[in-house]
């Protein structure tokens, strides 16, 4: 009996780790849904989302099948040369036979590696095809999304489902998928290898089994976890980077760099110490596989050198010293793949985690949509007519309330009130931004909604306050839309909008570098090219939301005399705090909380002497403070 006390020590050290292990799975099991890190799609249905882009490529991921098989063939076999030659030398042998064993052997050797290498190639270049084209379409897929919808979702957790989740969904095409099925079909050959080798050996070998079963299940428990934790703090970081990093001359401005930076440093360190969960995860798991590994070989030569010594047959069989050495090299070829599988489990579902988030964007349903029935316009006169319009952002918090008028084409209507009156959501409202609760919305005498949205936007040239201008060249943020535009009618569109003189300025002209957000041009200068940019589309309708609220008085007068040349292209929709900008407007809306109060001319809303009489009169007093304490600095300096 004594003779088996290694084997039992061995076991013993097995069964105290397994019971630690199982106790500490018993113990976070209740904590699980307090994780959150469960998800709502079942594993077969974003499986097979999945495949559907892989579905073009599957020409491609058969011929990987067959290299795999044939590496899968060189595991198998590679062990059995190998313990044939050491039959060999251990016996007598003629030196031919030795030197075309080893041939041999080098030969399946050179043979795998070029099948996977030939194996890696297709996957990388399939798997990035793939994600290139799961990419285009979540992007596309946002692009189409209502404004609301987007006010409603942060730019960094869309950034990070459009990069950071599908490089995680790109493991699984590249690699992953492949390296499963080949580490399954590599575990069952040995398996089957060794029991056609020795019955006895394989059987010391399967008691080992339930433990590794026992450990990845239990592994992959805290993997998903650990996983979890990492991906929801990496998405939290690149949130906050995103909108302070957008926002970081606020931050200069209001000396709160301190602050930011705490609340930096807190979310960094929450994302390392979920990173360093998961690093310990699996600082635990390697060291218990390579354990059973080490205790695998410890039987093997104990129980094989034992029976070789003792000449011993077990079930008929003999064991030699190559079939020790076959043993050998089949535990590692044996455990790796089960190691490998526990991991590529995590990864897998590392993977689904990912492609969840982004299935879940895909998944948003767009909240305006063309109906079935909507038609193309191939151009508008520029008729506008709201009736009894009701908006709201909140359910049951009307912003409009019942608002009616009716703007003729090439009109000029000015929207006015204090701050949330509804003058940028009418605005907004005319272009489908947003979908009207109440009323109808008509152009020409047509329902909006009866109208493709795109074909509507396109007859609309849109002047925001804030001006966005993208990275790259002043000709390529003219040309937002427009393709075939000659320099010629850029530049004379630039002549027409006062644009002209920026231009003649600048060293490259049309080429002249646009950085981030235009942040080399002033806001004056960005407004001209806003202009600029809406003219070249020949709009049948212009929109002004607060196009001179930041602006200098010099390039105010500018941008009025544009304004004139302007009206005559087609109707023009004007917001403005500044009423000198609306004086010659041909109707004049005020609003307030809501609703329309008043509706006229200029002149004829002083002579009511109402609201508009009232706003008028306290800010040309404002105006006049603010140019006589213009005159005393000037003169003082």
């Not at 007519?385 to 309330?401: A, I, N, Q, S, T």
């Not at 002004?544 to 087609?570: C, F, H, P, V, Y």
Request: one cysteine or more; a neutral charge.
């Amino acid at each position: 009996m004594h003779e088996y006390f290694p084997l039992l020590a061995v076991g013993a050290v097995i069964g105290v780790i397994s019971a630690a292990l199982i106790f500490a799975y018993a113990v976070v099991k209740d904590k699980k849904e307090t994780m959150g890190f469960e998800r709502n799609m079942k594993d077969g249905e974003i499986l097979k989302r999945l495949l559907a882009y892989a579905k073009p490529y599957r020409n491609r991921f058969f011929a990987v099948g067959l290299l795999v098989i044939c590496s899968i063939v060189y595991d198998v076999v590679s062990p059995l040369i190998v313990g044939y030659i050491e039959e060999l030398i251990v016996g007598d042998f003629e030196l031919n036979t030795l030197f075309l064993s080893v041939a041999g052997y080098a030969a399946a050797l050179v043979f795998s590696l070029i099948c996977t290498y030939i194996q890696a190639i297709i996957l990388q270049k399939t798997g990035q095809r793939i994600i290139s084209n799961m990419r285009g379409d979540l992007f596309e897929h946002i692009e189409q999304l209502a404004h609301e919808q987007l006010n409603e979702i942060p730019v960094g957790k869309l950034v990070t489902r459009v990069m950071n989740d599908t490089n995680a969904i790109s493991m699984m095409f590249t690699n992953l998928l492949v390296n499963l099925v080949k580490n399954f079909c590599v575990v069952f050959g040995i398996l089957a290898a060794m029991l056609y080798l020795n019955y006895y050996l394989t059987l010391m070998v399967l008691c080992f089994v339930p433990f590794i079963v026992l450990f990845t299940v239990i592994f992959r428990k805290f993997t998903r976890r650990a996983y979890r934790r990492v991906t929801d703090t990496r998405t939290d970081l690149n949130t906050y980077l995103s909108e302070n990093l957008s926002g970081i001359k606020i931050t200069q401005i209001f000396n709160r760099e301190e602050a930011k930076l705490r609340d930096f440093e807190k979310r960094n360190a929450a994302l390392g110490k979920a990173r360093t969960s998961e690093i310990f995860v699996f600082s635990i798991y390697r060291p218990l596989v390579y354990m059973l590994y080490i205790s695998s070989v410890m039987c093997l030569f104990y129980l094989g050198g034992k029976g070789y010594i003792d000449n011993a047959h077990v079930f008929g069989e003999t064991i030699t010293s190559g079939t020790v050495v076959t043993f050998y090299m089949y535990l590692s070829k044996f455990f790796n793949p089960i190691q490998s599988l526990a991991e590529q489990f995590s990864q897998l579902q590392a993977a689904f985690a990912s492609a969840e988030k982004v299935f879940s964007v895909m998944d948003l349903e767009i909240k305006l949509q063309d109906s079935d029935d909507v038609e193309e316009l191939d151009e508008i006169k520029g008729e506008i007519e709201f009736r009894d319009v009701w908006f709201c952002y909140v359910p049951g918090e009307w912003v409009l309330k019942g608002v009616s008028f009716h703007v003729k084409p090439k009109e000029t209507a000015a929207f006015v009130g204090s701050t949330g009156a509804g003058k940028t959501t009418i605005l907004a409202l005319i272009c489908r931004n947003y979908e009207f609760q109440k009323g109808e919305i008509l152009i020409d005498g047509k329902d909006i909604r009866t109208i493709k949205m795109s074909s509507l936007r396109r007859r609309f040239g849109q002047m925001l306050q804030d001006v966005f201008l993208f990275s790259g060249t002043i000709r390529s943020n003219i040309l937002l839309r427009e393709e075939g535009v000659t320099d010629e009618e850029i530049e004379e569109a630039c002549r027409y909008v006062n644009a002209d003189k920026l231009l003649a300025k600048l060293p490259q002209g049309l080429d002249e570098e646009v950085r981030e957000r235009g942040n080399n041009f002033s806001a004056g200068e960005r407004q001209l090219l806003s202009f600029a940019r809406t003219i070249i589309h020949k709009p049948s309708v212009m929109i002004l939301d607060e196009a001179t609220a930041n602006i200098d008085i010099e390039t105010e007068i500018l941008i009025q005399e544009s304004l004139e040349r302007m009206k005559s292209i087609g109707t023009m929709l004007i917001v403005a705090h500044r009423l000198s900008t609306i004086r010659n407007a041909d109707k004049i809306i005020v609003l307030s909380h809501g609703k329309i109060i008043e509706e006229g001319t200029h002149q004829s809303l002083l002579s009511n002497r109402g609201a508009y009489y009232k706003l008028y009169k306290l800010q040309y007093h404002k105006e006049k403070y603010a140019r006589s304490r213009s005159r005393q600095q000037h003169l003082l300096f």
